[in-house]
């Protein structure tokens, strides 16, 4: 007899949720994971992938025995003219960046085979799946989860057996920043996410399965919506991005660049934290003049999630000012 336990201590209490975002998603303990699972299940002769990528999806073409070929973006985010040559069985995996570059993605779906194309949704956790061969999330960007990555595909991707069973060692720094603040837990989180490396495909957790099903999302999305409108209307006209005014899908951050590599610092002596997506990008020439080596350097996603209303954002936007202002 296999059933929930009745009785006994009590377990973590979490709000009533009306369950997971992607109920009918294949389930993994990581986004990358659910890249190399699909990729060991559909054996593309290369993968097409931008320069301006997350090195942890770089991982598992490699894992795979995969060969990588890249490309490059203009400053509109979208694939330079003539710089993919694909192949009836190559794939191409393009990114939803920052996740307000849905336009991008509808035309890239329009310029090449769907059934050739996956999306890598990490940064855009609300976009719908698109109608192309699969699409990937990592929810854990958005939500203080241990891990986690959802599979959206037709292919006949398989369930692993072997289900993970690190969530619980992973929780530890998410606890020790409501106990003790985030500095106390950088350390933490980066030991709990180079526990992901180099893994083969696991399901997902119980335990993070039961997180996710516990969240509030449609709050989410309106207090992300309204913090990146809050940051546009502020500094649209200081941004070299040309980002939409509202977002089809709430967004992982607002992007903010302006050709400035030296605002990170100052911001952080002011307790706000604010990454470059990604530090060892390097573009195709690999010299400081390529578009991708300038957004890992110069662009910064200040943070519009749901933790933060008004105020918070409000002091954002000072710090910044503040920065560029060398105060």
Request: with cysteine; proline share 9%; aromatic share 10%.
């Amino acid at each position: 007899m296999n059933r929930e336990a009745i009785g006994g201590y009590l377990e973590l209490e979490l709000p009533r949720g009306g369950g997971e975002l992607y109920p009918g998603a294949l389930r993994f303990q990581s986004g990358r994971a659910a890249f190399l699972a699909l990729l060991e299940t559909g054996r593309p002769r290369r993968v097409w992938m931008p320069w301006y990528t997350c090195e942890t999806m770089l991982e598992p073409p490699s894992m795979a025995g995969i060969p990588i070929e890249h490309y490059r973006l203009d400053d509109n985010l979208e694939i330079v003219d003539d710089d993919i040559a694909l192949a009836a069985d190559d794939w191409l995996l393009a990114v939803n960046y920052f996740g307000v570059c849905d336009v991008q993605v509808s035309r890239l779906l329009e310029r090449f085979p769907r059934r050739q194309i996956v999306i890598d949704n990490s940064q855009a956790l609300f976009a719908p799946p698109s109608d192309c061969l699969a699409t990937i999330y990592s929810p854990r960007k958005f939500f203080g989860i241990p891990d986690g990555g959802y599979l959206i595909t037709d292919l006949p991707v398989a369930t692993p057996a072997e289900q993970d069973d690190g969530s619980v060692e992973r929780c530890a720094p998410l606890l020790v920043r409501i106990d003790q603040g985030p500095e106390a837990g950088y350390e933490g989180i980066r030991a709990a996410r180079a526990t992901l490396r180099g893994q083969r495909p696991k399901r997902m957790s119980a335990l993070t399965q039961h997180l996710l099903a516990h969240i509030d999302y449609p709050d989410a999305v309106e207090q992300r919506n309204r913090n990146y409108a809050r940051y546009h209307e502020r500094l649209a006209r200081e941004n070299a991005f040309p980002l939409p005014a509202t977002p089809p899908h709430a967004p992982l951050c607002y992007p903010f660049w302006n050709h400035r590599a030296d605002l990170q610092t100052p911001l952080s002596a002011r307790r706000v934290y604010a990454p470059k997506y990604w530090p060892h990008v390097r573009g195709a020439t690999g010299t400081s003049d390529d578009l991708e080596h300038r957004l890992s350097t110069e662009c910064l996603a200040l943070p519009c999630d749901q933790r933060y209303g008004d105020e918070e954002i409000d002091f954002v936007v000072s710090a910044l000012r503040d920065a560029i202002a060398g105060r």
